[in-house]
């Protein structure tokens, strides 16, 4: 099992940035791919980004590329989503997620644990 908690979402001016956490629990962080993924009002949560166990590969969604960075520690069990030139199409619950098999993927079904998510709010 693992548990996620998500931190760092808030109110933020459209060309600003935000830096989201993502902290877990349990020994096999390390072993997990991991996901961003954001849910906006009346639509379907959808793929923002994700990275492979050690970092070696990411991958984005075209909507965010070149202006979202993900990353993360294994040592402190944390991954990370560096938001950078935000827009008000940005605006949603950010949630993160782990996903036990070796692949990388960017859909929500194949992700086994997801964190209660974390508003951020774009204004223009």
């Known amino acids: 099992q693992v548990q996620l908690v998500e931190s760092g979402g808030g109110l933020v001016q459209a060309g600003g940035s935000l830096r989201l956490s993502c902290a877990a629990s349990?020994?096999?962080?390390?072993?997990?791919?991991m996901g961003w993924f954001r849910q906006a009002p009346g639509k379907e949560r959808e793929f923002v980004a994700a990275i492979s166990w050690n970092g070696g590969s990411t991958y984005y969604a075209d909507s965010v590329k070149g202006r979202f960075t993900i990353s993360r520690d294994n040592a402190k069990n944390t991954v990370y989503l560096q938001m950078n030139s935000l827009k008000p199409e940005d605006t949603a619950i950010y949630y993160c997620a782990a996903d036990r098999d070796i692949l990388v993927r960017t859909t929500t079904r194949a992700y086994d644990y997801w964190g209660q998510g974390t508003q951020v709010t774009v204004s223009s």
């Open positions: 349990g020994r096999t962080f390390s072993s997990y791919a």
